[in-house]
C-alpha cells in the first residue's frame, strides 16, 4: 500500500484560481443536489477540558471518495482575548469542498507523477 503525499508548493501548481472556482462550484452543486453527504460537525471536548477535537466528515457520490477535516479548538489559546473571537478564515469552508479540491489536486498528481509516494 503506499500514500502520495502533496505539498503546499505542488497544491498552488496544480490547483490555479480557475480550476479551483470551477471545483468549488461542482461541490456546492453536488451539496445541493444530494450526491454529497455532510453530516453535522461532531465536536469532543478534551479529557483536561482545555478544548475541544472536531470532525467534519463527508462523501461523495460523483467521486467515489470519502474523507474527514480534524481540527483543534483551543479557546485559551493565547492568542484569543475573549471566547467570542473566531476564526473566521477556513482552506476551503465545507468538507464537500475540501473533498471536491483535494480529489482534483490529488488526480492532476497522480497523471503527472508528481507528489512523494511513500510504502507502507
Do not use: W
Request: glycine share 8%.
Amino acid at each position: 500500500m503506499s500514500l502520495t503525499i502533496i505539498n503546499a508548493e505542488l497544491v498552488r501548481q496544480l490547483l490555479p484560481m480557475s480550476d479551483c472556482m470551477e471545483v468549488m462550484r461542482a461541490a456546492m452543486i453536488a451539496a445541493s443536489t444530494g450526491t454529497i453527504a455532510v453530516p453535522p460537525r461532531r465536536f469532543m471536548p478534551l479529557i483536561d477540558n482545555s478544548g475541544s477535537l472536531g470532525l467534519m466528515p463527508g462523501s461523495s457520490l460523483g467521486l467515489n471518495s470519502y474523507g474527514a477535516k480534524v481540527i483543534s479548538l483551543h479557546p485559551d489559546n493565547p492568542g484569543r482575548s475573549d471566547d467570542r473571537q473566531i476564526t473566521l478564515y477556513n482552506s476551503l469552508g465545507m468538507t464537500a469542498q475540501d473533498l471536491y479540491a483535494a480529489r482534483l489536486v490529488y488526480d492532476k498528481a497522480v497523471a503527472q507523477g508528481l507528489g512523494t509516494t511513500v510504502d507502507f
